[in-house]
């Protein structure tokens, strides 16, 4: 089974507006990481954030990670049309180190 | 630098027919992971190569699947005799971490279709 689990699985907001992602997953990690795809693209890195830190910003975005409840969530605020594409978190367990497990993904659609 | 490269982007094939994808990792980085992309079962990771020797191969769906990185600037995956419930999109991705994954790169992928 999948390691990391996003939810909502598709998410339609304004432009302007912020838009959250959740990401559940089920065994200790090292890293948690956040990555976008436009449709017919590969992936792109946004953030890593470690298993000691418990939030990161960068630009627009911002990810919690909540070890004790297993989870993370990534908000993009001030959302643009731009913004629309899937998101993907991913884990790194402790017991494998080189190996991240990707979520099924959130599709974000920003209305202009 | 150009990034992952990948090639070839789309492959149109018939059943039974071998396909062979190509990589090319970013400079330096010494590791070098395939995944597999298809609606039902997400991103599922096929081969992990460190250092140019497969690592963790356990992802590969059976034995017609094979992979190899014969040097640190290219990796292939070979599927032979190809069927259609390979199709999917393949994905290259490389990074320079060792030990922690870190940040990985990828390609903009392989769309495989067996008709």
């Known amino acids: 089974s999948q390691q990391g689990e996003e939810d909502p699985q598709a998410l339609s907001i304004q432009e302007g507006e912020n838009a959250t992602m959740n990401c559940s997953y089920k065994t200790s990690i090292n890293n948690l990481q956040w990555y976008r795809q436009n449709s017919g693209r590969g992936l792109v890195h946004l953030i890593l954030i470690r298993s000691n830190e418990r939030e990161k910003h960068s630009g627009r975005l911002r990810v919690t990670l909540d070890t004790s409840k297993k989870s993370s969530s990534l908000l993009i605020t001030a959302s643009r049309a731009a913004d629309t594409a899937s998101y993907f978190c991913a884990t790194e367990s402790l017991d494998s180190s080189y190996k991240l497990i990707f979520g099924s993904g959130t599709r974000l659609l920003v209305r202009p | ?115």
């Open chain 2, 1 to 115: 630098d150009a990034g992952v490269i990948q090639s070839p982007r789309h492959e149109v094939t018939e059943m039974g027919q071998e396909v062979t994808l190509r990589c090319k990792p970013i400079s330096g980085h010494n590791s070098l992971f395939w995944y597999r992309q298809t609606m039902m079962r997400g991103l599922e990771l096929l081969i992990y190569f460190n250092n140019n020797v497969p690592i963790d191969d356990s992802g590969m769906p059976e034995d017609r699947f094979s992979a190899k990185m014969p040097n640190a600037s290219f990796s292939t995956l070979k599927i032979q005799p190809s069927e259609p419930r390979d199709s999917a999109v393949y994905f290259c991705a490389s990074s320079s971490g060792q030990g922690n994954t870190g940040e990985l790169f990828f390609g903009e992928g392989s769309r495989l279709t067996v008709l």
